[in-house]
């Protein structure tokens, strides 16, 4: 069974705008990470960040994760068309295994 | 770096027959390589794992006498999907990880396989 959900499902947001997504998942965790896939295309990992880690930047991309709630977000600041694309969180569950358990993804579209 | 590739990247072909498909590290050595299938405006979902050398570790639920994995080298892993059924159309990504316990994994392009 799927283990992120995120929040929401869809979002369609104006050039310059800021991009929140959200993702929830249900047990413990290694680490949350976050993939970006344009439409037909594999995905391409954007950042990751640990259970002992709180906030997280790369660029425009801000990364929170709140293990007592269960939930990271993920912001896109300055967000410009290229952005669009769905975006999925993926956990590592904790116990050291390799396998990444993805959520349902939000797709991202960013009008020019 | 972390280049993986696939071939093909898409495919069509007549239910019963059995389609291959190619997962290459192009730029590193791939200790473990993971196979997953997404359905259109779907998560992924793992279908196994993959370790140079010794068998998949298949998750549950999948076939692993229809979804045959090899990964005889560390750069290539292949995904047979046998006696192919329309139900199997499907985008098939592989990713690799460049050591056991790396977190990060690389993702090929995908397949899109269509079964008529």
């Known amino acids: 069974s799927q283990q992120g959900e995120e929040d929401p499902q869809a979002l369609s947001i104006q050039e310059g705008e800021n991009a929140t997504m959200n993702c929830s998942y249900k047990t413990s965790i290694n680490n949350l990470q976050w993939y970006r896939q344009n439409s037909g295309r594999g995905l391409v990992h954007l950042i990751l960040i640990r259970s002992n880690e709180r906030e997280k930047h790369s660029g425009r991309l801000r990364v929170t994760l709140d293990t007592s709630k269960k939930s990271s977000s993920l912001l896109i600041t300055a967000s410009r068309a290229a952005d669009t694309a769905s975006y999925f969180c993926?956990?590592?569950?904790?116990?050291?295994?390799?396998?990444?358990?993805f959520g349902k993804g939000t797709k991202l579209t960013v009008n020019p | 770096g972390a280049v993986v590739s696939q071939h093909p990247s898409w495919v069509i072909c007549k239910s019963g027959t059995s389609v291959k498909i190619e997962c290459r590290s192009l730029?590193?050595?791939?200790?473990?390589m993971f196979w997953y299938r997404q359905f259109p405006k779907q998560s992924l979902m793992l279908m196994a794992t993959?370790?140079?050398?010794?068998?998949?570790?298949?998750e549950q639920g999948v076939e692993k006498d229809k979804f045959l994995i090899n990964h005889a080298s560390l750069t290539l892993s292949t995904l047979t999907v046998t006696s192919a059924h329309p139900e199997d159309s499907s985008f098939y990504i592989c990713?690799?990880?460049?050591?056991?316990?790396?977190?990060?994994?690389?993702f090929g392009p995908g397949t899109r396989l269509l079964v008529l």
């Open positions: 993959s370790n140079e050398g010794s068998k998949a570790t298949y």
């Open positions: 993926a956990t590592a569950l904790q116990g050291g295994s390799e396998k990444l358990v």
């Open positions: 990713s690799a990880s460049r050591s056991r316990g790396q977190e990060t994994q690389y």
């Open positions: 730029d590193f050595q791939a200790t473990t």
